[in-house]
């Protein structure tokens, strides 16, 4: 199974401002996606991270909010821009299609406040 | 509009008891449907189904899928205190695109 972390682990944020979350797989995958789980909430999908091309969002997620990166088969960043308290989530990164591997594993989260 | 359901959201047993979670969804292009277990941050993966009437095991967890009534359960057998957890039901749509659409979520507490 892939092996997935992410940084930072957790940060607390000033509203206006930005914060670059980094998420790193230990082997190359096909697939990379971000997902945001408010409190109390479940996962939502917010975009598809794509390999050495824009990200594809899922309705109510805007590039201009979200810019994601993703410049290899193995890492990817979500910046999270212009910050309200709303943006207060977790923010979980996954990745599917390793070798052999169909099964989607999340990274461990970045637990964001803004305030 | 796809959606994924789960029942009950929460749930209080004590040791020793067998739980049945439940998951029904109405996806278009449905792939495969997963549980995952989530006790702080990271969903951790339990299992994938794709196929109907195929029970899945692992120690004292179990899961099967049934295509024609759109629904699966992920039954916890002796449970501990362990188990408890967030549980949580997602189906892979749009075949291929490996995006997933999660449920509400499971919280179950085993009591001592």
């Known amino acids: 199974s892939a092996v997935i972390s992410q940084k930072p682990s957790r940060d607390i944020c000033q509203r206006g401002t930005s914060l670059t979350i980094q998420c790193q797989v230990d082997s190359q995958v096909t697939m990379m996606f971000w997902y945001r789980q408010q409190p109390g909430q479940s996962l939502t999908l917010i975009a598809t991270?794509?390999?050495?091309?824009?990200?594809?969002?899922e309705s109510g997620f805007v590039i201009d909010k979200f810019p994601i990166s993703r410049p290899n088969l193995t890492f990817s960043t979500l910046t999270v821009s212009n910050m309200s308290p709303e943006d207060s989530s977790i923010y979980l990164c996954?990745?599917?299609?390793?070798?052999?591997?169909?099964?989607?594993?999340f990274g461990p989260g970045t637990r964001l406040l803004v305030l | 509009e796809d959606k994924v359901v789960q029942s009950p959201l929460s749930l209080v047993v004590h040791e020793g008891d067998t739980v049945t979670l439940n998951c029904s969804y109405e996806?278009?292009?449905?792939?495969?449907l997963l549980w995952y277990k989530q006790e702080k941050k990271a969903p951790t993966f339990l299992f994938m189904l794709t196929s109907s009437g195929i029970e899945k095991k692992s120690g004292r967890l179990s899961s099967i899928l049934d295509k024609k009534e759109l629904f699966s359960i992920l039954n916890i057998t002796a449970t501990q205190t362990g188990d408890s957890a967030v549980y949580l039901c997602a189906v892979e749509f749009s075949s291929n695109t490996g995006k997933l659409i999660f449920g509400q979520g499971t919280t179950l507490q085993v009591k001592p």
């Open positions: 996954s990745a599917t299609g390793g070798a052999s591997e169909e099964t989607q594993y």
């Open positions: 996806v278009t292009n449905f792939r495969s």
């Open positions: 991270a794509n390999q050495g091309s824009e990200a594809t969002y």
